[in-house]
T-cell receptor, first 115, second 113 residues
Framework: EAQVTQNPRYLITVTGKKLTVTCSQNMNHEYMSWYRQDPGLGLRQIYYSMNVEVTDKGDVPEGYKVSRKEKRNFPLILESPSPNQTSLYFC??????????????FGDGTRLSIL | QQPVQSPQAVILREGEDAVINCSSSKALYSVHWYRQKHGEAPVFLMILLKGGEQKGHDKISASFNEKKQQSSLYLTASQLSYSGTYFCGTRNAGGTSYGKLTFGQGTILTVHP
C-alpha cells in the first residue's frame, strides 16, 4: 500500500530535550516536505527536499533541522524544542512532474506537545 | 506571505453550490487545492498551472486567473462528504524555490442534510 508513515503519532516532551520525528514513504517520490498546522494559520511549510541531499527552507524553518540521506526518509529534528513548537506536524511526498506539478500525499500527522 | 482565502466558513444544505476563492499578492506558477476532514490528513484535489485553465472532476472544479493571481474552487450540488476544510496552496512564478508551497488559512465547509 502506498503510504507516508510518520512516527511518533503523539509525543509530549519538555523544553530543550532533542527530538526527531521520522517520515518514510514507499512510493519512490523525489519530493518530500514538512508542514506544521496551527488553528487559524492553515498549513505552513517548514522545509522541503527536491531529492537526496537537496533541502531548502520553507516559510517557517527557524528551530528545525532536516536531512535527506536516503530517498525514502526525511526526518524532522528539533534540537532544542520550545513551547511555541507545540503543533500538529505533517510530512508529505510527491513525484516531481514539471507539467503537472506537485501532487502531495500526506502522512497521518504527529501531534507534538512541548511543556 | 500566505494567500488569502474567502470566505472563512460556509454552511450549505445538500444540493447547494459553493465557491471558495484564493487570492495572492504575488505572481503565481500554480495553485493547489486540498481538502482536510476533521482529524485526518489533507487530501489532494487538483492542481492548476498558469495558463488560465479550468479543471474538474465529479462535481468539483476550479479555475485559475494568472493575471489576477486568483483561483476559485467550485463545488456543485454539494454532498455531505464535501464537508471539511479546504486549503489552497500556491507556488510563486520565477525564482529558484521550485518546491516552496504556501497555503492559505483554510475555508471550513459544512454541508447539512
Amino acid at each position: 500500500e502506498a503510504q507516508v508513515t510518520q512516527n511518533p503519532r503523539y509525543l509530549i516532551t519538555v523544553t530543550g530535550k532533542k527530538l526527531t520525528v521520522t517520515c518514510s514513504q514507499n512510493m519512490n517520490h523525489e519530493y518530500m516536505s514538512w508542514y506544521r498546522q496551527d488553528p487559524g494559520l492553515g498549513l505552513r511549510q517548514i522545509y522541503y527536499s527536491m531529492n537526496v541531499e537537496v533541502t531548502d527552507k520553507g516559510d517557517v524553518p527557524e528551530g528545525y533541522k532536516v536531512s535527506r540521506k536516503e530517498k525514502r526518509n526525511f526526518p524532522l529534528i528539533l534540537e532544542s524544542p520550545s513551547p511555541n513548537q507545540t503543533s500538529l506536524y505533517f510530512c508529505a511526498s510527491s513525484f516531481i512532474f514539471r507539467a503537472n506539478g506537485l501532487t502531495q500525499h500526506f502522512g497521518d500527522g504527529t501531534r507534538l506537545s512541548i511543556l | 506571505q500566505q494567500p488569502v482565502q474567502s470566505p472563512q466558513a460556509v454552511i450549505l444544505r445538500e444540493g447547494e453550490d459553493a465557491v471558495i476563492n484564493c487570492s495572492s499578492s504575488k505572481a503565481l506558477y500554480s495553485v493547489h487545492w486540498y481538502r482536510q476532514k476533521h482529524g485526518e490528513a489533507p487530501v489532494f484535489l487538483m492542481i492548476l498551472l498558469k495558463g488560465g485553465e479550468q479543471k474538474g472532476h465529479d462535481k468539483i472544479s476550479a479555475s485559475f486567473n494568472e493575471k489576477k493571481q486568483q483561483s476559485s474552487l467550485y463545488l456543485t450540488a454539494s454532498q455531505l462528504s464535501y464537508s471539511g476544510t479546504y486549503f489552497c496552496g500556491t507556488r510563486n512564478a520565477g525564482g529558484t524555490s521550485y518546491g516552496k508551497l504556501t497555503f492559505g488559512q483554510g475555508t471550513i465547509l459544512t454541508v447539512h442534510p
